[in-house]
């Protein structure tokens, strides 16, 4: 990649358009960063700050007992946690014995568990102690041999108030010593913490990150250590201003790519202080934010909508704070125009999946934001727009059609699915299934999900347009649009509004509200309202499970 592209006119300044990409594994960089920064705090959990000297030592620890369980390269290595310092240990340990991560959701049903278990063929799992219940009953129906369990007080000097309660009571008996179950803190004692024999390779599988499945049955995506060590690099480009020691409250999961690159990985590869965040709540964010004032505080727009909706958040002094990072699904501008006039601090729209590691796209760092969109391709990316009919006729600037990308950040392809991958990455690009354009000057909007799209009559609805114009309604806190099947117009259009707090709606009112803001077809026919919407991990809303909601009404 050579040729000068239209959005390299757009960068910021000190973004190089082109990025000399340094072939050193994530693992490595930890060892190397730390005779720089041995005294710098890495994490910081509920207070507890853990520096660039003691992680670099716990790893070692987790790696030789890892080898110790018989964990050799290539084997996979299941992460059932939440955000947790056992879990950065835990990543960085495997990656140093040449292992693979294959992180899990901690709130997945035993089922579906039982799948990503089964289709990684992990063979050693490290999980919260209250679900050991559950691991224990999936060990009989996986590949599973071994367990480590975690505590979320192993790193506390006193126990705290449970904070993330993933389980039902029911599952907080003792469990009894089990063969082949091992706990954490007992594992560390037992190894030294000396340097360990890296054995990370550039273009080894470094990790399996399975799709949250909300478009179809969930996939491992296999990323290289080659493909997470560039995307963090990119970042680390695009965000030219950002200094050592400075704070970044690690909202994302890490389990979820988002949590797993942007939050975990850049932030050490960039000296930054990650303050943990167990539960992902607008509360219990806005609690953490009084408390360690953050420098970059980001969010998927339901946790914004959630913090705009704080009272405790919205009249606090948020000075400290010098810049937002948006990601999961674009910014509506709603929710952007109400932080810009809270705060006047620049919000970086971050785009990508899964697939691409996952970072894309960004808005420019101190530079030309464009509200409504998710910026410009990061160095040393492509992307480009083709029609949705045959995918091969590339549109020009400014018409819709699928987003492909292509840069290092591209997965190697789904793990034991080569139709699948044979679909999705073609002629070495990556078909998202996502609906864009690209204007004159680089920007990228995403409209929707290709298989989101609601065709009404003939005519294409975008659903994210319809849920913006419901979401700028001053009576409206959320809102989510779906299509379904109709005998007159193929699909019509279905809307679920959570009102806020205090407010009372009517159908009539909004369906009118929507007619003055957009064309008659566009307008729901039917608005449903709801107390909340469902949402996966990381706050995207869930639209399939909506669909299958509205479905069920219409026929009942």
């Known amino acids: 990649m050579s040729e000068s592209k239209p959005w390299h006119r757009s960068y910021a300044p000190g973004v190089p358009h082109y990025l000399k990409i340094e072939e050193i594994t994530l693992s490595r960089a930890l060892t190397r960063s730390t005779a720089k920064r041995a005294g710098m705090p890495a994490m910081n959990y509920m207070g507890r700050e853990i520096t660039y000297s003691e992680l670099e030592a716990l790893v070692n620890r987790f790696a030789r007992a890892l080898l110790a369980l018989g964990v050799a390269p290539g084997d996979k290595v299941a992460l059932v946690l939440p955000n947790l310092p056992q879990m950065t240990v835990a990543v960085y340990a495997a990656f140093r014995v040449g292992a693979v991560v294959v992180p899990n959701n901690p709130l997945y049903t035993e089922r579906e568990l039982a799948y990503q278990l089964n289709d990684s063929g992990a063979t050693v799992a490290v999980v ?42 029911k ?78 409250l690690a909202v994302y999961p890490y389990f979820h790519s988002a949590g797993f690159t942007a939050m975990q990985n850049f932030a050490l590869w960039a000296g930054l202080t990650a303050l943990i965040v167990p539960r992902p709540d607008p509360a219990s964010v806005a609690k953490m934010v009084k408390q360690y004032q953050p420098d970059y ?39 952007y125009n109400r932080l810009m006039q809270l705060t006047g601090k620049p919000i970086i729209d971050v785009y990508g999946l899964t697939e691409s590691t996952p970072i894309a796209t960004a808005s420019p760092w101190k530079g030309k934001i464009k509200p409504g ?93 319809v849920d913006n114009v419901l979401s700028a309604h001053p009576a409206v806190q959320e809102a989510c649009t779906v299509g379904v099947p109709d005998q007159y117009r193929v699909e019509t259009v279905i809307s679920f509004v ?59």
Not at 146 to 157: A, E, G, Y
Not at 175 to 187: G, H, K, M, S, Y
Request: with cysteine; aromatic share 8%.
């Open 171 to 248: 599952m907080y008996r003792k469990i009894a010593p089990q063969e082949n179950v091992f706990r954490f803190t007992d594992l560390l004692k037992q190894h030294p913490d000396t340097p360990v024999e890296e054995l990370s390779s550039w273009e080894d599988v470094a990790a399996i990150l399975y799709t949250g499945g909300t478009t179809g049955a969930s996939k491992g995506v296999m990323l290289t250590h080659a493909n997470i060590s560039a995307n963090v690099q990119q970042f680390a480009a695009w965000l030219p201003g950002v200094k050592e020691g400075e704070k970044l």
């Open 297 to 335: 505080l980001p969010g998927v727009p339901t946790i914004y909508a959630g913090l705009l909706a704080n009272k405790d958040f919205t009249s606090m002094d948020l000075s400290f704070i010098k810049g937002f990072f948006a990601g999961a699904s674009p910014l509506p501008p709603d929710i």
């Open 373 to 465: 969109t998710v910026g410009l391709p990061v160095p040393n990316t492509d992307i480009k727009i083709v029609d949705i009919e045959t995918g091969t006729k590339e549109m020009p600037a400014g018409e819709a059609g699928e987003i492909l990308i292509k840069g290092p950040q591209v997965m190697r392809g789904y793990y034991r699915n080569p139709e699948e991958t044979e679909q999705t990455l073609r002629d070495g690009w990556l078909y998202t299934g996502d609906i864009g354009f690209i204007d004159g000057e680089g920007y990228l909007s995403v409209i929707d999900r290709r298989k989101d799209l609601i065709i009404a009559g003939g005519f294409n609805v975008y659903p994210t347009e």
């Open 498 to 556: 959570v009102p806020r707090s205090g407010e009372t709606l009517s159908e009539a009112e909004l369906i009118r509200y929507c007619k003055e803001n957009m064309a008659a077809y566009k307008v729901p026919r039917k608005i449903h309202f709801i107390d909340e919407l469902p949402k996966s991990a990381i706050g995207k809303i869930l639209r399939r499970e909506l669909r299958e909601k509205a479905m069920e009404r219409a026929g009942s």
């Open 128 to 169: 919260l102690d209250l679900l050991l219940p559950r691991m224990l009953s999936l060990k009989e129906k996986t590949g599973v041999k071994k367990i480590v369990t975690c505590h979320i007080n192993d790193f506390l000097p006193f126990p705290k108030k449970q904070i993330y309660p993933l389980v039902k009571k």
